[in-house]
């Protein structure tokens, strides 16, 4: 009989079935720490303390998640980020030391899903990485049974089929999880969505102590869509516009 592993968050895996995850960090006490509870929680884990490593260990490994610091040696992680999603898309959780929302828009610019700022509990990276994973998974299953058409809204166009923006029919690159959140804005076109919504909505995740996580998202998705298209209604959350009739 295979065995199976029960996980600290009470998910069961089989061995086969244990999925990949490359922490990139290079101080060695947080690493060990990330990797000890990861292969608590049931995954496959592999290290690397640098850019060069990194990028290497993922072309080598093929992970199916990359946990990864932005201050390395050699090369950042910005620089790793590029490098590893121009081979191969793979969702990445970015860990950055400073509490700088410019780090946090550059990382999801180059196509970071999302990023914790230290110290953080290994109880919430574990979450998320669970998160991420689970999108990717309902992503594959939306791929394999596609919505049909293409809903416009003025000169925006979302293509559910091949998970494909355009703005006045150019087009326009998201991130997994920005188009994810993009829909479920567009889901209810004009209508406000709190930041705890789309949390739960978009990334599975309850706890309040994530709507910054939303705030930058939507920061990098007004970059890429138009300010002028993500209306913020303070102290709420936001309601994607769309043309009067």
């Known amino acids: 009989m ?9 998910t069961t895996a089989t061995p086969g079935a244990q999925r990949r995850v490359l922490v990139v960090e290079d101080d060695p ?5 990330i990797a000890a509870r990861l292969r608590a929680e049931g995954f496959l884990v592999q290290t690397a303390g640098d850019g060069p490593a990194a990028v290497d260990t993922a072309e080598a490994w093929q ?4 946990i990864l610091d932005i201050m390395l040696p050699g090369f950042d992680g910005l620089e790793v980020c590029r490098r590893v999603q121009a081979a191969r898309p793979v969702p990445v959780l970015m860990l950055t030391a400073r509490d700088d929302e410019t780090d946090m828009l550059v990382g999801l610019g ?7 700022t230290k110290p953080f509990s290994m109880r919430e990276l574990a979450a998320r ?3 991420l994973l689970r999108r990717v998974e309902r992503a594959a299953l939306a791929a394999a049974t596609p919505r049909s058409g293409i809903l416009r809204l003025g000169e925006l166009e979302i293509d559910h089929a091949q998970r494909r923006v355009r703005v006045r029919s150019e087009d326009v690159h998201l991130t997994p999880t920005e188009f994810d959140l993009l829909v479920c804005l567009a889901n209810t076109p004009r209508a406000v969505l709190s930041r705890e919504q789309l949390l739960a909505e978009v990334w599975d995740w309850a706890d309040a102590s994530g709507t910054r996580t939303v705030d930058s998202h939507i920061k990098a998705l007004r970059r890429k869509i138009g300010a002028e298209r993500i209306r913020t209604v303070h102290g709420v959350g936001y309601a994607l516009e769309t043309p009067t009739p």
């Open 29 to 33: 006490t947080i690493v060990d720490a």
């Open 2 to 10: 295979e065995q199976t592993h029960t996980s600290q968050n009470g």
């Open 63 to 66: 992970p199916d998640l990359l």
């Open 129 to 131: 990485v669970h998160v």
């Open 110 to 116: 180059v196509g970071a899903d999302d990023y914790m």
